[in-house]
């Protein structure tokens, strides 16, 4: 069962850059695509992107698209968000997920999830 534990999270400004993190415990992350969400305070989990097993194949929400990027190194069991152009809609705990198989947008087709890391990005 592998255990996901993110990381780079923070407060920042608008136009400002983060990149998040996402290790995993065990040396077959690469078994698993990749995805991740994010949830604002009193709105529900959304998808923000996910990432196929060898990073071939990649998805993301329309509200990041052109500003972040996920990728992974498989090398590090690492997972990776790359959030440029931050919003202040971008607010929310950004979680990582793993699931065997594909990717998927749905956060119930994940079995494996981290705890979080904050992002505030304010104006």
């Known amino acids: 069962q592998v255990q996901l534990v993110e990381s780079g999270g923070g407060l920042v400004q608008a136009g400002d850059s983060l990149r998040l993190s996402c290790a995993a415990s065990e040396s077959t992350f690469s078994n698993y695509a990749m995805g991740w969400f994010r949830q604002a305070p009193g709105k529900e989990r959304e998808f923000v992107a996910a990432i196929s097993r060898r990073g071939g194949s990649t998805n993301y929400a329309d509200s990041v698209k052109g500003r972040f990027t996920i990728y992974r190194d498989n090398a590090k069991n690492t997972g990776y968000l790359q959030m440029n152009s931050l919003k202040q809609e971008d607010t929310a705990v950004y979680l990582c997920?793993?699931?065997?198989?594909?990717?998927?947008?749905?956060?119930?087709?994940?079995?494996?999830w981290g705890r979080g890391t904050q992002v505030t990005v304010s104006s």
């Open positions: 997920a793993a699931r065997n198989f594909g990717t998927s947008m749905s956060s119930d087709r994940y079995a494996y």
